[in-house]
């Protein structure tokens, strides 16, 4: 009688062992199921990440786990996915230099070939009654406990981070074919499908690749809001694709706690600002803040002496032109401020200071920085695409994206009405504070559930 095999759940990790920036979006997301994922899947869970140029799974030693997910631990690309010998001639030098001293220097110095190289240490290992092979070339790091090798139908990879620039899926899905084991795959959006024109074209066919051959191997897809599980069902409909198991949950929005108090700049010292929090790039639409804020100024709903903007974030692709203006424009170029890679402490100072905080972006698969400032009691102005509607549960304004009328005039309301900034702070806080403990729970029963 065969044995039934033990469930295991693989954890996949391989997006934040490598990162050493900020805790933000994805990598943020993988961190904070990661932190949790023992207290839910119990001893069946194990962290792994994945190497492209080995093609397989590694274990990760449970001890690091935790240092890893808070970023005080890491693997560097290089190091994840090492160079590959580029001649034959490398490996054969490889090899004769770990040969013992004690052989004639005149071998361990010359060049032979592989075939040279194997026999003397056949003779050698003749000697002491052993038979020499190549051994298979591996991974190694102090953070890994080994490869991977037994994979089976028992267990069920987790995957919830940048698998587009870290996974060989199409290999990962003939080994799937092959063994039997199950994948599950948190889908962020569906961005580089519906808009492609947002994303970096070098990244288009990547993605679209990506996704490809996602949802042909896949057994179940966990969205991070109704509107991206809908916009994957509407997907694979279209194109006639197998459907997996589709479920969804929503993200936690509780930020990290500061460890200490920070104080704002002093450019900002007795200022009224509208905060926005995400990467600068095309699809967040940071422009319609500058344009719907010279329109109010020009107008003259807003006083450019006393408000002003704060951006936080990355500086990503196309948006040069935009930031040039704003440096040049004698409108703004005072009065709007940009920061990257803020301290928890700086964040949590701004978000405390600022007058509204805003997000305009065209479109999205949930809007963390929303929510996180909708949990922090912060009178919101949004975009009406439909995840921003879903996650913020009524309790942010919201205005069409490519309006800068509109932006003008919510802008200027919030800057000049205190009893309306009242009003949203107040709408703001009605709602349900959705913790990452509690999204956790959420997602990993989607996870266990057949």
Known sequence: MVSKLAKRYLFDITTIIQWSGPSVGIVRVERELAKRARKYLHEEVIF?????RFQSFFRVKDEFVQAICLGLQAISPGQLNPAAPDSQAATVKEI????????????RSSNKNCSQVQEILRLRARAHDREWRPHRETLYHHLLDGEIRDLNPSDTIISVGLDWEYKDLLHIGREKERLGFHYCALIHDLIPLELPHFVVPSYTFLLKGYFGELFWMVDKCIANSRTT?????????????????LKMFHLGCDLPAAKRTA??????????????VSTIEPRKNHRIIYEAYQHAVEAGTLNAQECCVVFVGHTGWNVNNLLDEIRANPITRDRFFMYEAVSDEFLHALYKYARMVVFPSYYEGFGLSLVEALALGKACIASDTPALVEVSEGRASHVRARDTISWAAALSEYFNNDGAVESAEMRAASGRIHSWEAAANDFFQLVMED
Do not use: N
């Not at 792994?48 to 492209?52: I, N």
């Not at 809908?230 to 459907?243: D, F, G, I, K, T």
């Open 48 to 52: 792994c990440v994945y190497s492209k």
């Open 96 to 107: 004769l230099a770990e040969l013992p001293l004690l052989m004639d220097a005149e071998i």
């Open 229 to 245: 599980m809908e916009a994957v069902s509407s997907h694979l409909e279209r194109w006639r694709l197998p459907q997996p198991k």
């Open 263 to 276: 104080e704002l700049p002093a450019e900002l010292e007795g200022k009224k600002f509208a905060l926005y």
